[in-house]
């Protein structure tokens, strides 16, 4: 599966649909998945963070009032899922340190871990994924150590070489917005997709067949932190 992000809220939402597919699959314990790195908004400077609905009226053009109804829409899809939402008091910020955080859980074999970690700090607590102790704190409940995270963080170059070129292979996967989902190299499916669905693209992967666009148009993020919220309510069938 390629890429993730945490900042994404319709990464955060694919991922619960993708693992409910996935739980009925009939070889779900002979699936690997694989996390690959996507930044939002790259270019955003790094500790220079802005609340999340003041970033998508300015993004999109729309009154703060619009922007919370925006925001409002994707809870709805998120807490149809059962996950936390809250559509106030987010942040939103350069990503590029957790990601430099989420490959040193993935050498640690807790990327998966971490991963959940922070998207439910992000989404659904008040604790902001975009502050260095918040990010030590998360790595320790994922089972890291507390020093090893803070020297990771400490060093701006640590594990940013796997990042850039994580971002690559992702790229080169064809994903230019996420959530974007590679199943044996063969299946592209785009957007947070319902659970049928990937559970469809898992028999198909299964058989072996050439890549294959499924699932149609979903709500995505692109790699400037764009994140469309269509009126049918992101993907949902």
């Avoid at 994404?8 to 790195?37: M, N, T």
């Avoid at 609905?53 to 053009?61: Q, S, T």
């Avoid at 409940?141 to 400490?154: C, K, M, P, T």
């Amino acid at each position: 599966m390629a890429p993730s992000v945490h900042a994404c809220p319709w990464c955060y939402i694919g991922k619960a649909r993708f693992e409910k597919g996935l739980a009925g699959f009939a070889h779900r314990d002979q699936v690997e998945v694989v996390h690959r790195s996507f930044e939002l908004d790259p270019g955003h400077a790094k500790g220079d963070t802005v609340q999340v609905v003041d970033m998508l009226a300015r993004k999109y053009g729309r009154t703060p009032d619009e922007a919370r109804a925006m925001e409002e829409n994707v809870a709805a899809n998120a807490r149809a899922e059962g996950l936390g939402y809250l559509t106030e008091g987010r942040d939103h910020g350069n990503t590029f340190d957790i990601h430099r955080l989420l490959h040193l859980a993935k050498a640690r074999g807790r990327q998966d871990e971490l991963l959940t970690l922070a998207y439910w700090a992000n989404f659904a607590e008040e604790r902001s994924v975009y502050d260095a102790d918040v990010l030590v704190e998360l790595a320790v409940e994922a089972g890291l150590d507390a020093d090893e995270a803070r020297a990771v963080l400490a060093d701006p170059e640590a594990y940013a070489d796997e990042v850039r070129a994580d971002e690559r292979a992702a790229s080169e996967l064809g994903a230019n917005a996420v959530p974007f989902f590679v199943l044996d190299r063969r299946y592209g499916i785009s957007g947070g997709q319902p659970a049928e669905v990937f559970a469809q693209a898992l028999e198909q992967a299964w058989k072996d067949r050439p890549l294959t666009a499924i699932g149609g148009d979903a709500a995505a993020c692109d790699a400037d932190g764009a994140c469309e919220v269509p009126q049918n309510g992101g993907g949902a069938a």
